[in-house]
Every structure is written in C-alpha cells, then in structure tokens.
C-alpha cells in the first residue's frame, strides 16, 4: 500500500485488538489483490436504542489504480452486528467480493480474442468436395467441404469472403473451420 491503512473510531474507544484485526484482514486483502495503494477503515458505533444495544457500523474505503471501492456496512436488524469482530469480518467479506468482482472486470476488459485469419476463396473443385483460400499475404490454405461451418459447399463461390481456423495437415497448412462471413465484417 503506497497511503498508510487510517484506522478511525468513531463513538467507540479505539481498542487495541480491534485495530490488530483490522490490520490482518487488510493485509489478506492485500495478499488477495496486491494493487490496493490507500485503505481506510472505520469502526463507527451509532446512537441506537437502548432496548437494541451497540449495533456495530464498519465502512471500508479502498483505492485502486482504477477507482475506489466502498463497503458501508450498516448494521443487520438481528443482533450479530452486537459483536464488533462479526462486523468487521461481515465487512471485509464483502470487500474482498467486491475486489473480486473488480479484477473480473478488470479481466474482461483487458482480454484479447486472437483475430481469426480471413481471406477469400481463391479456387473450388466441386466434384472433388474441396477448395482453397487466398490470404492476404498471397498463399493459399486448403480446406475441405466437411470444414465448412455455415452455408452450403455448392453455393460458394470463388471470391467469398471467410474467416477459418488454421491446422496443420498432412501436406501444411489447412482450414479446418471455416466460416462465410459478409463483406461488412472484415475489418482491415
């Protein structure tokens, strides 16, 4: 962490082994997603009624590289939250699911799909249930009728425009899925 872990009591007077706990759970956190550079805690226990007792309020706010992540914890209707340390391990929970979610984002948004190859037909032998494809450095990759994945072998045409997943055959490179694709789909 870049920014200290602030521990804040409030309306509570602030206890050693409350603040020991806070501190392990932060650095599970962090041992769980080592990219939190600021985190503030604090232990807050509101005016409540008296037939209620002390029901414990935890909020958590972390920074990260791409924002913040708040966990506000009020206190459930049911008397759990009457025992700080089931509080403050309610609220790292949820703070450790929403780091989770984060970095699945995060994921989501950083994979790369490799580009499958395109290219156009360049020949077909009907009788004999094959063709090949021209790609754009020039050559040309065998394909089979059986890799065709949509559309119909007799309707294609030299030209088409595919996109096709490449193996390697008994005579080098061959499609082995091929797919008719528009016009409006290639991109570059």
């Known amino acids: 962490m870049i920014i200290p872990l602030q521990i804040t009591f409030h309306n509570i007077p602030p206890s050693e082994a409350v603040e020991a706990k806070i501190r392990s759970l ?37 920074t990260v590289p791409t924002g913040e992540i ?8 049911h008397q759990s939250h009457e025992d700080i340390y089931v509080a403050i391990r309610d609220a790292f929970d949820a703070a450790k699911r929403k780091l989770q979610d984060h970095t699945s984002l995060l994921r989501q948004e950083t994979k790369t799909h490799e580009e499958q190859p395109h290219g156009r037909i360049a020949s077909l032998f009907s009788d004999e249930s094959y063709g090949f494809i021209e790609v754009p450095d020039g050559s040309e990759v065998y394909f089979h009728r059986n890799s065709l994945f949509n559309g119909d072998f007799e309707q294609l045409q030299v030209g088409d425009e595919v996109r096709f997943a490449e193996e390697e055959g008994d005579k080098g490179l061959q499609a082995s899925t091929v797919r008719l694709i528009g016009k409006h789909h290639l991109q570059g």
Request: charged share 30%; hydrophobic share 30%.
């Open 70 to 77: 708040v966990v506000n914890r009020d206190p459930p209707e």
């Open 26 to 62: 932060v650095d599970k956190l962090e041992h769980f997603y080592n990219r939190i550079t600021s985190c503030r805690v604090i232990v807050d226990a509101p005016h409540r009624h008296q037939r209620n007792g002390k029901l414990y309020q935890i909020r958590i706010d972390i």
